[in-house]
């Protein structure tokens, strides 16, 4: 089956460092995929879209300078969380839909990112 | 924009059936979908359903839809304690690269 490899899976950093979070298809590839951010005990909210080769498509109210994202290639995206502060503290997960257009999106583990 | 409501909490008896209910409003959505979601814990997909069904079954899961009122459910049947989690009920429209939308969460709770 479809596997996705996010990581790193936790990571604490110091406010107003960056830190990045990859996202990685290990046996099929993705034409698009999906960042979603989850507060403590809240649900997934979509945070943004992102096609190969082309620039993501953020939610209404989701800074696009402060989280970036590169989908470089149909295996790989990444998130950039630029300046962290404490209220970026959450749970990063990402969805992969596969270019043969299967019904099923596949989840990453999830990245917990606590901002000191 | 499309919402998917479900109820916050269930808590039931080990043995028992558990039924988690979840509405949604996007009259195009084409594939539900539930989650389960276990403490500090990624998403594991249950099961899912494509609109033009009623019912699907897998094992002691039994998916319920109601596309006229945009009500979907879940049923555990012999519920364990090991069913304690977070539940997820999602929608996806039909066009390609439409992200899921998901519910708030049903937390079951499974006493023995």
């Known amino acids: 089956g479809a596997v996705v490899s996010q990581h790193p899976s936790w990571v604490i950093c110091k406010s107003g460092t960056s830190v990045k979070i990859e996202c990685r298809s290990l046996d099929f590839q993705a034409t698009t995929m999906f960042w979603y951010r989850q507060f403590p005990k809240q649900s997934l909210m979509l945070m943004a879209t992102?096609?190969?080769?082309?620039?993501?498509?953020?939610e209404q109210g989701v800074e696009k300078d402060k989280f970036l994202i590169n989908h470089a290639s149909l295996t790989l995206s990444t998130l950039t969380v630029t300046s962290a502060h404490p209220e970026d503290s959450s749970f990063y997960i990402c969805?992969?839909?596969?270019?043969?257009?299967?019904?099923?999106?596949?989840f990453g583990a999830g990245s917990r990112l606590t901002v000191l | 924009g499309e919402d998917v409501e479900q109820s916050l909490f269930l808590s039931v008896r080990e043995g028992d059936s558990s039924v988690i209910n979840c509405t949604y409003t996007d009259s195009s959505s084409t594939y539900l979908y539930w989650y389960k979601q276990e403490p500090g814990a990624g998403l594991q997909l249950l099961t899912y359903i494509f609109s033009n069904m009623d019912m699907k079954q897998d094992q002691r899961l039994t998916v319920l839809l109601n596309k006229k009122d945009k009500h979907l459910s879940l049923r555990i049947a012999d519920t364990q304690t090991g069913d304690s989690a977070i539940y997820f009920c999602?929608?996806?429209?039909?066009?390609?690269?439409?992200?899921?939308?998901f519910g708030k969460g049903t937390t079951l709770s499974v006493s023995s």
């Open positions: 999602a929608e996806r429209g039909n066009q390609a690269g439409t992200a899921l939308i």
């Open positions: 969805s992969l839909a596969p270019v043969s257009g299967a019904n099923v999106l596949t």
């Open positions: 992102s096609n190969e080769g082309s620039k993501a498509t953020y």
